[in-house]
Nanobody
Framework: QVQLVESGGGLVQPGGSLRLSCAAS????????MGWFRQAPGKVREFVSS????????AYADSMKGRFTISSDNAKNTVYLQMNSLKPEDTAVYYC????????????WGQGTQVTVSS
């Protein structure tokens, strides 16, 4: 079973940047998609961004377009989420997830990393 470990969260001021990392214990190239989700207190978990396991196509939630960038390094089996122009409403626990095939949902999850945007 592939394990996912997120890192890079922390406290940042509004307008600042953070880069999250998701290290996988297996080959992310074998995954259909790798994704980032987030969950703010009292809210449901929401989609942030995704990237094909082979590092191809990417997708973003509308509120993240132009501010967040997803990328991957298949040699390191790591997926990144570069977050710029952070806003207080970006405060949440950010989760990395893997979708193994086209017929499955995201069913591998990391433990999450806290991102807090506050002055």
């Amino acid at each position: 079973q592939v394990q996912l470990v997120e890192s890079g969260g922390g406290l940042v001021q509004p307008g600042g940047s953070l880069r999250l990392s998701c290290a996988a214990s297996g080959r992310i190239a074998s995954m259909y998609y790798m994704g980032w989700f987030r969950q703010a207190p009292g809210k449901v978990r929401e989609f942030v961004s995704s990237i094909r396991g082979n590092g191809g196509s990417t997708a973003y939630a509308d509120s993240m377009k132009g501010r967040f960038t997803i990328s991957s390094d298949n040699a390191k089996n790591t997926v990144y989420l570069q977050m710029n122009s952070l806003k207080p409403e970006d405060t949440a626990v950010y989760y990395c997830a893997a979708r193994r095939t086209a017929t499955t949902m995201y069913d591998l999850w990391g433990q999450g990393t806290q991102v807090t945007v506050s002055s």
